[in-house]
């Protein structure tokens, strides 16, 4: 399947969905593992494909290092995605997410904090890089 701009926004609007359904369920004031373990099971139920606590290699001047960075999820092979139960997102929490896409050469990366009243309205971002702009529609 070929991936578009038009499939990564329908697939943050399933994420998305489904980190709602979520918070709805528990509301904030977890920690993130538990957030982590319930959105696993929510995106099962929708029959979204995803892996969990994926390592993220680094490649340093031609060898590749296994390292600690492990990324929350990788939806469909193609959507990193970052949890955080945190009182505000910090620019190193962006800058994290940011670096898995570029690792992960993904085009689109999405943040979600689950610890806010709303999570569609303040809970959840998505980040764009240049690869992002190469997609077709």
Do not use: W
Request: hydrophobic share 45%.
């Amino acid at each position: 399947m070929e991936i578009t701009k038009t499939y990564l926004t329908d697939l943050i609007y399933k994420v998305t969905g489904a980190a709602i359904e979520v918070h709805k369920q528990l509301g904030p004031g977890l920690l993130e593992s538990v957030y982590q373990k319930c959105l696993a099971k929510e995106l099962f139920l929708r029959g979204i494909r995803f892996q969990q606590e994926i390592v993220v290699r680094v490649d340093y001047k031609g060898i590749n290092l296994d390292t600690e960075l492990r990324c929350d999820f990788l939806i469909e092979n193609v959507l990193p995605v970052e949890l955080k139960a945190v009182e505000s997102i910090l620019p190193v929490h962006e800058a994290q997410i940011l670096t898995y896409m570029k690792l992960l050469e993904a085009p689109k990366g999405l943040l979600i904090n689950f610890n806010v009243v709303n999570l569609y309205k303040e809970g959840q971002k998505a980040f764009v890089n240049e690869l992002y702009r190469k997609l077709p529609e």
